[in-house]
């Protein structure tokens, strides 16, 4: 019983983890925020296609090579010692959709969601150097904060779900504690210092 109980648990947390990947919640916001703030869905396929290829398809193709070639060990880079490349190419990436975006004329809100991505993806860089921070924690609140702020309110209700995902990569042994709380509030203060930047604390619709 104890057996049946102890697999269940682990299946559990390993659904949560899996649908808090970084790469779910990130996309989930953004195509949010860009479904928003664009008048038509040919608008807001002018804006998600360069983020869904930037952000998206580049870093987790990259990925994906790298597991083949043997610079990574698995999909999910696990080991803190080979984040620094998939970090860069993802940085690499950010930047891109920003220039575009920039280029593009696009809505202040999803400027502001690149250059978000952007800041803390550098952020995150540099810190993973010296320790591994859980990617998951900072996504799944950094996710909800932008969307909360430029979606709607009502997404902030999400956040609830926050102490979930930390459990999960807990009982999954990928982080510590410290470790996934110190990522949520690195990441939720980038955050608010980029949207503050952009003056959108507060505003919505724009």
Not at 21 to 34: E, G, N, R, W
Not at 86 to 114: D, E, K, S
Not at 148 to 169: E, K, Q
Request: hydrophobic content about 60%; some cysteine.
């Amino acid at each position: 019983m104890a057996e049946r109980e102890t697999r269940l648990t682990d299946r559990v947390a390993f659904l949560i983890s899996a649908a808090a990947s970084p790469f779910i919640t990130v996309s989930a916001c953004a195509l949010a925020v860009i479904a928003t703030h664009t008048p038509s869905l040919a608008e807001a396929a002018r804006y998600a296609l360069p983020f869904l290829a930037l952000t998206i398809a580049l870093p987790g193709a990259w990925i994906l090579v790298g597991v083949r070639t043997g610079r990574f060990t698995d999909p999910h880079v696990m080991l803190r010692e080979q984040r620094a490349e998939p970090f860069m190419v993802a940085n690499v990436g950010a930047l891109g959709l920003v220039l575009v975006y920039v280029g593009l004329h696009a809505p202040v809100a999803l400027q502001a969601t690149a250059a978000n991505m952007l800041a803390n993806g550098l952020v995150f860089m540099l810190i993973t150097r010296f320790w591994k921070v859980s990617i998951h924690a900072a996504a799944y609140a950094a996710s909800v904060l932008v969307a909360s702020v430029l979606v709607h309110p009502s997404v902030a209700w999400l956040g609830l779900g926050f102490p979930l995902v930390v459990w999960s990569r807990l009982r999954r042994q990928r982080h510590s504690l410290a470790q996934a709380l110190v990522a949520a509030a690195m990441v939720t203060a980038s955050t608010v210092v980029v949207l503050s930047a952009f003056g959108l604390l507060g505003m919505r619709g724009m």
